[in-house]
């Protein structure tokens, strides 16, 4: 249950909500200050900014009602009272990438890549300081822990049967680390491309969803609140889009690859690596779902296959961008 955090009159304000807005508000900021610091349009970085909010909320009201659609009486009910109920981080995306297209087709800027480049690194600051929102309520956390009792890898929580505490995984705690490190390890990498003018516009909205889907595709494994296909109640729906992020990223690195270098043999091996990693860490999702108290070695497997994936597409873009750079020199922005 959520904590009260204060009281305006004899409507009670949460921390779940005190916290989310902290973390709309952080991630808006960063994105002004990021995207007009490069010389974004104006109009279209103020414009974005509403659009998104509204999109998001309505998508992440959307994806939480198809997932947990039992929490709600129907969903008339769950898409016009947004004072009640749950959201989904999955609909942020989708509002944030459609408000981007949305100001890009009234030809408020021209440039769809440098938008998403913005957004990517201010969502990582947006999500370090969201996830936290878990501190206040029981949801977010794993499985039960004997030998961890403190953050960030425990957070106690009552058991809704018996009342006892028990110390479970703080998977929000893990959550919000990955994220601030994707932000900083992300604006280092945007700021230093940019100084350096050698980095492509796209880049980093792609190497954020390589890293970012590659983690959610292990810590969403571990949550016991995640939300599943309706079609078979098990498949989490953010670990398939957490794959799908990190295949889009290995998929469009690949064709700059290819068009720098030209198709070579050599070039399928490094797919094919790839796709084992993937399937490895897809065959230790079942292996520890079978055999859960065997989860800290299903999971360290699981990071390494997929981390080897991150490495190898890393690389992928490394032979993509040494012959970009060295017939094109700096890029045109």
């Given at each position: 249950?959520?904590?009260v955090?204060?009281?305006?009159?004899?409507?009670?304000?949460?921390?779940?909500?005190?916290?989310?807005?902290?973390?709309?508000?952080?991630?808006?900021?960063?994105?002004?200050?990021?995207?007009l610091?490069?010389?974004?349009?104006?109009?279209?970085?103020?414009?974005?900014?509403?659009?998104?909010?509204?999109l998001?909320?309505?998508?992440?009201?959307?994806?939480h009602?198809?997932?947990?659609?039992?929490?709600?009486?129907?969903?008339?009910?769950?898409?016009?009272?947004?004072?009640?109920?749950g959201?989904?981080?999955?609909?942020?995306?989708?509002?944030?990438?459609?408000?981007?297209?949305?100001?890009?087709?009234?030809?408020?800027?021209?440039?769809?890549?440098?938008?998403?480049?913005?957004?990517?690194?201010?969502?990582?600051?947006?999500?370090?300081?969201?996830?936290?929102?878990?501190?206040?309520?029981?949801?977010?956390?794993?499985?039960?822990?004997?030998?961890f009792?403190?953050?960030?890898?425990?957070?106690?929580?009552?058991?809704?049967?018996?009342?006892?505490?028990?110390?479970?995984?703080?998977?929000?705690?893990?959550?919000s680390i990955?994220?601030?490190?994707?932000?900083?390890?992300?604006?280092?990498?945007?700021?230093?491309?940019?100084?350096?003018?050698?980095?492509?516009?796209?880049?980093?909205?792609?190497?954020?969803?390589?890293?970012?889907?590659?983690?959610?595709?292990?810590?969403?494994?571990?949550?016991?609140?995640?939300?599943?296909?309706?079609?078979?109640?098990?498949?989490?729906?953010?670990?398939?889009?957490?794959?799908?992020?990190?295949?889009?990223?290995?998929?469009?690195?690949?064709?700059?690859?290819?068009?720098?270098r030209?198709?070579?043999?050599?070039?399928?091996?490094?797919?094919?690596?790839?796709?084992?990693?993937?399937?490895?860490?897809?065959?230790?999702?079942?292996?520890?779902?079978?055999?859960?108290?065997?989860?800290?070695?299903?999971?360290?497997?699981m990071?390494?296959c997929?981390?080897?994936?991150?490495?190898?597409?890393?690389?992928?873009?490394?032979?993509?961008?040494?012959?970009?750079?060295?017939?094109?020199?700096?890029?045109?922005?």
């Amino acid at each position: 249950m959520d904590k009260v955090a204060f009281y305006s009159g004899s409507t009670a304000v949460y921390w779940n909500s005190v916290i989310l807005t902290l973390a709309a508000a952080t991630a808006i900021c960063f994105f002004l200050a990021f995207y007009l610091g490069k010389g974004g349009n104006g109009a279209a970085g103020f414009a974005v900014v509403p659009v998104s909010m509204a999109l998001s909320l309505v998508f992440a009201r959307f994806f939480h009602w198809y997932c947990q659609s039992d929490s709600y009486t129907g969903f008339s009910a769950a898409m016009t009272n947004y004072a009640e109920g749950g959201y989904a981080l999955m609909g942020v995306f989708l509002g944030c990438v459609l408000a981007a297209a949305l100001t890009r087709v009234l030809c408020l800027h021209r440039n769809l890549p440098e938008m998403l480049d913005a957004m990517s690194i201010a969502g990582c600051a947006g999500m370090a300081v969201g996830r936290l929102s878990a501190l206040f309520n029981s949801s977010d956390r794993g499985q039960v822990l004997t030998n961890f009792r403190s953050l960030p890898i425990a957070y106690p929580v009552n058991n809704a049967v018996s009342g006892a505490v028990e110390y479970r995984l703080a998977t929000f705690a893990l959550q919000s680390i990955v994220a601030l490190a994707l932000f900083i390890g992300l604006t280092v990498f945007y700021r230093k491309g940019q100084k350096r003018g050698k980095l492509k516009d796209g880049d980093t909205c792609l190497v954020f969803l390589l890293f970012y889907g590659a983690s959610q595709v292990v810590l969403d494994s571990t949550r016991y609140d995640s939300l599943f296909f309706r079609s078979n109640g098990f498949v989490s729906v953010v670990q398939v889009l957490g794959a799908l992020a990190l295949v889009l990223a290995v998929i469009l690195f690949s064709r700059r690859m290819v068009k720098a270098r030209g198709f070579r043999a050599w070039q399928i091996l490094l797919w094919l690596l790839i796709a084992a990693a993937i399937g490895g860490a897809g065959y230790m999702e079942y292996y520890v779902q079978r055999r859960g108290n065997e989860a800290m070695f299903a999971y360290s497997v699981m990071s390494a296959c997929l981390m080897l994936a991150v490495c190898l597409t890393l690389f992928i873009r490394h032979l993509a961008v040494s012959v970009e750079r060295r017939y094109y020199g700096a890029y045109h922005r």
